[in-house]
């Protein structure tokens, strides 16, 4: 099946600071979204982006499906950032197959 | 409701038992899925349903694990004799995605999980 890698697995960062989380693929896919899980486990959809650009707010994320990788950007980053970030990706017309995920703590 | 509905949000159950997992999607959803969790973890898919089509049942770990859907929208995920190596959180989600052809904008909407502990 599909691999989905995503880097870093951990990453500590001072509030207000930058940060860029990466996913990488092993195959073409046809839907790629981004998951933020809060502390308390609660899963929220970011983006689905299988490929191109978007900004919600301080977020934002592109795709580049030709070289498959995706990359979510946070800005100003806040504590309530906190949690962890997953990437999934699905194949054809199936079901999506999720990243190990990111673990982002924001200090304040 | 607004959003995917899961129940109980905790269960303790003790080797052995059989345990019953319930999951009310977004209201017109015709894609149901369900995924488990372990502590520290990733996601693991377990099944998916699509509309009236026959299940994807390719992540299910065992046959003491199984999940049906009434009427096209609750779902019971049920798992017999659980062990402890059962107990994470299972997570349901479910999306808009077309039934025929198309792909269209089908987000993924998790509900808050049920945390299964097997002791």
């Known amino acids: 099946g599909i691999q989905v890698e995503q880097s870093p697995p951990d990453l500590i960062l001072q509030e207000g600071a930058n940060s860029t989380l990466r996913c990488n693929f092993s195959?073409?896919?046809?839907?790629l979204q981004w998951f933020h899980q809060n502390p308390w486990g609660q899963l929220i959809n970011l983006f689905y982006?299988?490929?191109g650009t978007k900004q919600n707010g301080r977020l934002s994320a592109t795709t580049v499906a030709t070289e498959r990788y995706s990359l979510l950007y946070i800005s100003s980053s806040q504590t309530t950032d906190s949690g962890v970030y997953f990437c999934?990706?699905?194949?054809?017309?199936?079901?999506?197959?999720f990243g190990k995920g990111t673990m982002l703590l924001v200090s304040p | 409701g607004a959003g995917v509905s899961q129940s109980p949000s905790n269960k303790v159950t003790e080797k052995g038992k059989d345990v019953e997992l319930r999951c009310d999607p977004i209201?017109?959803?015709?894609?149901l899925y369900w995924y488990r969790q372990s502590l520290g973890q990733g996601l693991e898919f377990l099944i998916y349903?699509?509309?009236?089509?026959?299940?994807?049942k390719s992540g299910l770990p065992s046959d003491r694990f199984s999940a049906e859907r009434t009427g096209g929208s609750v779902s019971t995920l049920t798992i017999q004799r659980t062990q402890q190596e059962d107990s994470a959180v299972y997570l349901c989600?479910?999306?808009?995605?077309?039934?025929?052809?198309?792909?269209?904008?089908?987000?993924?909407?998790f509900g808050n999980g049920t945390r299964l502990t097997v002791t």
């Open positions: 989600a479910s999306s808009s995605r077309p039934l025929t052809g198309g792909r269209g904008n089908s987000p993924l909407h």
């Open positions: 195959d073409s896919v046809n839907n």
């Open positions: 982006i299988p490929s």
């Open positions: 999934a990706v699905e194949q054809g017309y199936s079901t999506l197959t």
């Open positions: 209201s017109g959803h015709t894609a």
């Open positions: 349903f699509q509309g009236n089509s026959a299940p994807d």
